[in-house]
């Protein structure tokens, strides 16, 4: 039996996870025909056909669900052994670029770059603090590590670690209509009134904001600045728990209570990662940081 390549389980593996074969093509930055190639190939090697092409897009067959794990797993072993011995050939990288999401809550993120700083004094740290709804950061270098909810998916492309959960609150200032009402509120009453959201501004991808309640908002793409809004009654919103706690105990804000809220019977809370990119190649103290954040977060 021929030897299978590395190149044809990745040519496999980005056409399943793309879901198309000039997706792929695009992707690994090749003619369609050789991606059509590597496939066919591999398929010819191990006499199991991989994808059915009677439909419209490439769909797995039976074989090729059951193998794609796989395939998988040895590119990840792959990419994981020349993460190895960049980072042991490079030793102690001199600084670190961490994002971070204002959907986060920055006391563990501190406490653990305190940590980070007593293992590893030499390592600069520098800190982006941004919405990001999206792992555009990672993507485009700006970052080496990023610490932001997953709202959706990111895919294998990603290594991640879970860093726990934060829940969304919906709060309005005490003199605002909605925080007079001591009753759950139904959707039709809370969209008599403005919502403030907050928006990243990413060109090119799918628009909808599944935080949307009412027609009538307006935007902000940035959450302290949705915040004083809140605050100055200009209208109502949903926040991280841990940026209005302290004003809800004070009174400054108070929390709503939507009967539902995207079809859900309560706010959703957001799953909380630290990620990189899994063709990065971080050194020590990055994935260091990585890990021990995982390890030490603890949701308030």
């Not at 030897?3 to 879901?19: H, N, P, R, S």
């Not at 030793?91 to 590893?120: C, H, N, R």
């Not at 007079?180 to 809370?190: G, H």
């Not at 599944?210 to 959450?223: E, S, V």
Request: with cysteine; proline share 5%; charged share 25%.
């Amino acid at each position: 039996m021929a030897e299978i390549t590395l190149d044809q389980l990745k040519v496999f593996v980005c056409i399943a996870e793309l879901g198309s074969f000039a997706a792929a093509a695009r992707h690994l930055n090749r003619t369609q025909s050789a991606i059509t190639y590597a496939v066919q190939k591999l398929e010819s090697q191990t006499g199991l056909i991989l994808f059915d092409r009677d439909m419209y897009r490439p769909t797995l067959t039976r074989a090729g669900h059951l193998l794609l794990p796989y395939a998988q797993k040895v590119q990840g072993d792959v990419s994981e052994y020349w993460r190895k011995v960049a980072g042991i050939s490079r030793g102690l990288e001199a600084s670190v670029t961490i994002a971070v999401s204002q959907f986060v809550s920055p006391d563990p993120v501190i406490d653990t770059l305190i940590d980070f700083q007593e293992q590893f004094p030499t390592v600069r740290v520098e800190l982006m603090t941004q919405t990001i709804q999206r792992a555009e950061v990672l993507d485009d270098g700006r970052a080496d590590i990023a610490i932001m909810p997953e709202f959706l998916p990111m895919g294998s492309g990603y290594i991640r670690y879970s860093c726990g959960a934060e829940r969304m609150v919906a709060v309005a200032a005490p003199d605002h209509p909605l925080a007079a009402q001591q009753t759950a509120l139904y959707p039709t009453e809370m969209q008599k009134h403005l919502q403030i959201m907050v928006s990243g501004r990413i060109e090119g991808r799918d628009k909808r904001n599944y935080a949307l309640q009412t027609p009538d908002f307006w935007k902000t793409d940035d959450l302290n600045m949705k915040k004083s809004m809140i605050l100055r009654g200009a209208g109502w919103g949903a926040l991280p728990e841990y940026m209005v706690c302290a004003d809800i105990r004070a009174g400054r804000l108070v929390e709503l209570s939507p009967v539902e809220w995207d079809g859900l019977d309560q706010l959703p809370e957001l799953r909380i990662v630290v990620a990189y990119r899994r063709d990065k190649v971080l050194g020590p103290a990055g994935l260091w940081f990585a890990r021990a954040l995982s390890q030490q977060w603890q949701p308030e």
